[in-house]
Structure formats: C-alpha cells, structure tokens
C-alpha cells in the first residue's frame, strides 16, 4: 500500500519523536517495515541525529546497527556528533566515536564543539 504525502509526513514525525524519545524498540519496528533508517525530516534531521542530541545512547547504538549514516549533518550542517558534544551526552559521543564518526564534519565541527565545551578529552 502506498501511503499519501501527508500519511508519509505523519509516519516520518512519529519516527523522530520516538528517536528523540529514545524508544529503541519503537523506532526499529518502523525501520524493520521499510522507514529507511536515515529519513529525514523537514529540518534535515535523521533518527540518528535526534537520539544523539537528546542522549539515547541506546538507540543511536541501535540505529547504527541498522546501518545509520553516523555522519549525516542535518540543514544547519550540524553533524550527530558535534551535537552529542554540544549537550554534554558523554555515551552518545563514545558510540559514535566507535562507529567511525568523523570528527570534523559539520560547523562546527566535533572538534571545534569539543574544544568550545571543554570535552576535547571525549575524542581520545
């Protein structure tokens, strides 16, 4: 069944209030039946850069499991990294870093975020 633009529209606002909320099952149920792991919505945001903003470690670790692009930045060039660094979620940063984040992606990059924030010791 194809689904209208506005069904489409729902579907994809759902799946990132349950990224932001850190609902791991949830979000990989939607992915499981076909919600491409690395939607966006209308800022640029994916899943990934939701659950990392917001600290759901437990899902960024699971959406990179579904092959999320750790690297996506969303329409500010913001990259799920540098996000993770700017609100200080240690876990999401060590996730990341372990699934091969690139480190100066974005502006500012995770590096500069680091560096601003005093959490340069978080990227090794």
């Known amino acids: 069944m194809e689904l209208s633009d506005e069904q489409t529209a729902r579907v994809v606002a759902m799946a990132m209030e349950l990224a932001r909320g850190g609902q791991t099952a949830e979000v990989l149920e939607l992915v499981d039946h076909g919600l491409p792991v690395d939607t966006r919505d209308a800022e640029g945001n994916t899943m990934l850069m939701l659950a990392a903003y917001h600290g759901r470690a437990a899902t960024v670790r699971a959406l990179v499991e579904r092959g999320a692009d750790v690297d996506l930045r969303n329409a500010r060039d913001q990259s799920?990294?540098?996000?993770?660094?700017?609100?200080?979620?240690?876990?999401?940063?060590?996730?990341?870093?372990?699934?091969?984040?690139?480190?100066?992606?974005?502006?500012?990059?995770?590096?500069?975020?680091?560096e601003m924030f005093g959490r340069s010791h978080l990227l090794g």
């Open 80 to 114: 799920p990294i540098a996000g993770a660094l700017f609100k200080g979620e240690d876990g999401v940063v060590t996730v990341l870093r372990e699934a091969g984040a690139d480190l100066d992606a974005g502006t500012p990059s995770a590096r500069v975020t680091a």
